[in-house]
């Protein structure tokens, strides 16, 4: 919804047509059985060589590409539950379903466009690239914390593909279908396991190592250091939570940061974690009761009693709707324009709306002007409109349908979020799919399995645009009008992308009865007159530019419903 949609401007259309006849060529060879594989020495050589070539001089010049392919369902087993295989094994396109591929990791990794590549081999020592998807930006996790030079991974049912220029890869799609190994596991071969640098994991060693870390900002070399410690080294929880909240991992965090409230040296800092943590989780109650417990056994801590208070104004607001809009459009001047406040679930509930799947419903009589909502984005890819830096496409092969700016971000750091922050992210999985058939399992051996195909369509069917603020823009440019025009406010165009998971389950209608607006990654919703309880909220969906009236009903059946409103 108002999302900037480029599938019939140039040279998207060109771009989508090559796509498609590369994955028609590639599906001809379905079931061969591959007997040219290049030798290990000459895939790494050329691999290297590529990786020395110098990059674009400006992120101004960089183009990221994300093709969604023929969606297929994430792996849902364990990898003690899968048979081996090996390269030499496999068939081109085709997903080995019941196996794992034990894989050793030859070269630095790559970042190339939407992915993350190095050369990898199998145990027979046969070689190729791997391709993994949906992974983290350079800015949060580099390409080296990734896909680590000597390391070892099980990638569950593999998928082998042949590029253009002839060159056999795995592909990745799903975050859950790789599983890391350390030099412990019984899995890594001998001659496979690199030398950690200190003698037998010494526990005070590595807590060293992960604290120089922590303070260097490496967070994803704090958080794999503390991962490989032993349980009875506490200290280094605590520099994992911090690694993992600077990840984007508050689950993990405050996991971690519980690891050490039993130990009285470590119970003050214990809480500091286990505060912030869930204070980024919107458990602003129990970070409060935390705070409140810090506070009694060290009154003097400053830093506490500042968190307490944010603590306290974001439960304010979460209870009562009351908010410093001021405070808010200050705050949506920054890049990204992300808001400290907290989600006001106003009067109004969720429930089946006649021929309409789920709607919001308000719960008592409102007044025009009231607030109902005012939610704070569940996930958010910040684009500047008409930026050219960075640019990220999302080409949807089923689709055929090409969207620039923020959704194509949004994808992945929802997949993220999924992965590591599952109980938080459960109600994201319950919007609207479509048709789409979801894996038969959400987890495996009780670790998250993600499909990032669901995550793309439920994306496609529930994100918002928005503007930075929505003074001075307007989100419903007049009906008919050109939404390319900007004397039209852009309404329909924005870069900008996001995920209100309470917003999205208010249904269209073409007389609306309450209006939504946005400062940063806030979405505010009004109503737009009195209205009664039992009342089915509606807002305005406007038709693109020169749309039938059957182009809108046909582009409605995406959600499963026909407009029938009084007009």
Same mark, same amino acid.
């Given at each position: 919804?108002?999302?900037k949609?480029v599938?019939?401007?140039?040279?998207?259309?060109?771009?989508?047509?090559?796509?498609?006849?590369?994955?028609?060529?590639?599906?001809?060879?379905?079931?061969?059985?591959?007997h040219?594989?290049?030798?290990?020495?000459?895939?790494? $050589?050329?691999?290297?060589?590529?990786?020395?070539?110098?990059?674009?001089g400006?992120?101004?010049?960089?183009?990221?590409?994300s093709?969604?392919?023929?969606?297929?369902?994430?792996?849902?087993?364990?990898?003690?539950?899968?048979?081996?295989?090996?390269?030499?094994?496999?068939?081109?396109?085709?997903?080995?379903?019941?196996?794992?591929?034990?894989?050793?990791?030859?070269?630095s990794?790559?970042?190339?466009?939407?992915?993350?590549?190095?050369?990898?081999?199998?145990g027979?020592?046969?070689?190729?690239?791997?391709?993994?998807?949906?992974?983290?930006?350079?800015?949060?996790?580099?390409?080296?914390?990734?896909?680590?030079?000597?390391?070892g991974?099980?990638?569950?049912?593999?998928?082998?593909?042949?590029?253009?220029?002839?060159?056999?890869?795995l592909?990745?799609?799903?975050?859950?279908?790789?599983?890391?190994l350390?030099?412990?596991?019984?899995?890594?071969?001998?001659?496979?396991?690199?030398?950690?640098?200190?003698?037998?994991?010494?526990?005070?060693?590595?807590?060293a190592?992960?604290?120089?870390?922590?303070?260097k900002q490496?967070w994803?070399e704090?958080?794999?250091l503390?991962?490989?410690?032993?349980?009875?080294?506490?200290?280094?929880?605590?520099?994992?939570?911090?690694?993992?909240?600077?990840?984007?991992?508050?689950?993990?965090?405050?996991?971690?940061?519980?690891?050490c409230?039993?130990?009285?040296?470590?119970?003050?800092?214990?809480?500091?974690?286990?505060?912030?943590?869930?204070?980024?989780?919107?458990?602003f109650?129990?970070?409060?009761?935390?705070?409140?417990?810090?506070l009694?056994?060290?009154?003097?801590?400053?830093?506490?009693?500042?968190?307490?208070?944010?603590?306290?104004?974001?439960?304010?607001?979460q209870?009562?709707?009351e908010?410093?809009?001021?405070?808010?459009?200050k705050?949506?001047?920054?890049?990204?324009?992300?808001?400290?406040?907290?989600t006001?679930?106003?009067?109004?509930?969720m429930r089946?709306?006649?021929?309409?799947?789920?709607?919001?419903?308000?719960?008592?009589?409102?007044?025009?002007g009231?607030?109902?909502?005012c939610?704070?984005?569940?996930?958010?890819?910040?684009?500047?409109?008409?930026?050219?830096?960075?640019?990220?496409?999302?080409?949807?092969?089923?689709?055929?349908?090409?969207?620039?700016?923020?959704?194509?971000?949004l994808?992945?750091?929802?997949?993220?979020?999924?992965?590591?922050?599952?109980?938080? $992210?459960s109600?994201?999985?319950?919007?609207?799919?479509g048709?789409?058939?979801?894996?038969?399992?959400?987890?495996?051996?009780?670790l998250?399995?993600?499909?990032?195909?669901?995550v793309?369509?439920?994306?496609?069917?529930?994100?918002?645009?928005?503007?930075?603020?929505?003074?001075?823009?307007?989100?419903?440019?007049?009906?008919?009008?050109?939404?390319?025009?900007?004397?039209?406010g852009?309404?329909?165009?924005?870069?900008?992308?996001?995920?209100?998971?309470?917003?999205?389950?208010?249904n269209h209608?073409?007389?609306?009865?309450?209006?939504?607006?946005?400062?940063g990654?806030?979405q505010?919703?009004?109503?737009?007159m009195?209205?009664?309880?039992?009342t089915?909220l509606f807002?305005?969906?406007?038709?693109?530019f020169?749309?039938?009236?059957?182009?809108?009903?046909?582009?409605?059946?995406?959600?499963?419903?026909?407009c029938?409103?009084?007009?």
């Open positions: 919804m108002d999302i949609d599938s019939r401007e140039d040279p998207y259309p060109t771009l989508m047509k090559s796509a498609l006849a590369s994955a028609k060529r590639a599906s001809k060879r379905k079931g061969e059985i591959i040219d594989h290049p030798p290990v020495h000459r895939l790494v $050589s050329d691999f290297l060589t590529n990786l020395e070539k110098p990059g674009p400006s992120t101004k010049d960089v183009v990221a590409i093709l969604v392919q023929v969606p297929y369902p994430p792996c849902v087993l364990t990898r003690n539950d899968l048979r081996p295989i090996m390269i030499s094994d496999m068939r081109l396109e085709t997903h080995h379903r019941g196996t794992g591929m034990l894989l050793h990791i030859l070269t990794p790559q970042r190339d466009g939407a992915d993350v590549t190095a050369i990898v081999e199998d027979k020592g046969t070689a190729l690239l791997l391709q993994l998807y949906h992974q983290p930006s350079e800015s949060v996790v580099p390409a080296r914390g990734i896909l680590q030079p000597g390391g991974c099980i990638v569950k049912e593999p998928f082998l593909k042949c590029e253009t220029n002839g060159a056999y890869y592909r990745v799609d799903h975050v859950t279908d790789v599983v890391w350390d030099n412990s596991d019984e899995h890594v071969p001998e001659e496979w396991r690199t030398p950690v640098g200190f003698p037998n994991n010494d526990s005070n060693i590595m807590w190592r992960g604290n120089e870390a922590v303070k490496g994803v704090a958080e794999r503390v991962a490989t410690t032993p349980d009875e080294a506490k200290p280094a929880y605590l520099n994992r939570s911090i690694a993992n909240l600077r990840l984007g991992r508050p689950e993990k965090a405050l996991s971690d940061a519980t690891q409230a039993d130990t009285a040296k470590l119970f003050e800092r214990s809480l500091v974690r286990e505060a912030s943590a869930l204070y980024k989780l919107g458990n109650s129990k970070c409060i009761e935390r705070l409140d417990g810090l009694l056994s060290n009154p003097t801590n400053s830093d506490a009693s500042a968190e307490l208070g944010r603590a306290r104004a974001r439960l304010h607001e209870n009562t709707g908010y410093n809009f001021n405070e808010m459009y705050q949506a001047g920054k890049t990204p324009p992300l808001i400290d406040c907290a006001f679930h106003g009067p109004c509930e089946d709306s006649p021929g309409k799947g789920q709607g919001l419903f308000i719960t008592r009589k409102v007044a025009a009231e607030l109902l909502i939610e704070k984005a569940f996930a958010y890819s910040f684009v500047e409109e008409d930026s050219a830096e960075g640019l990220n496409v999302l080409m949807n092969l089923s689709t055929k349908k090409t969207v620039v700016g923020g959704q194509a971000l994808v992945t750091q929802i997949v993220q979020q999924l992965a590591h922050n599952p109980k938080a $992210s109600e994201f999985l319950k919007l609207h799919c048709d789409y058939s979801k894996a038969p399992a959400s987890d495996a051996g009780g998250p399995v993600v499909d990032s195909f669901l793309e369509k439920i994306v496609s069917l529930n994100a918002f645009g928005a503007p930075r603020t929505s003074q001075g823009s307007s989100l419903i440019p007049p009906c008919g009008s050109n939404p390319q025009d900007p004397r039209n852009g309404g329909s165009n924005h870069t900008t992308s996001g995920i209100w998971v309470l917003a999205s389950r208010i209608s073409c007389l609306s009865n309450c209006s939504r607006s946005s400062i990654d806030m505010i919703v009004r109503a737009m009195d209205l009664d309880a039992g089915d807002t305005y969906r406007r038709p693109g020169m749309e039938s009236h059957a182009d809108v009903q046909r582009d409605l059946m995406k959600w499963g419903f026909q029938r409103c009084d007009l």
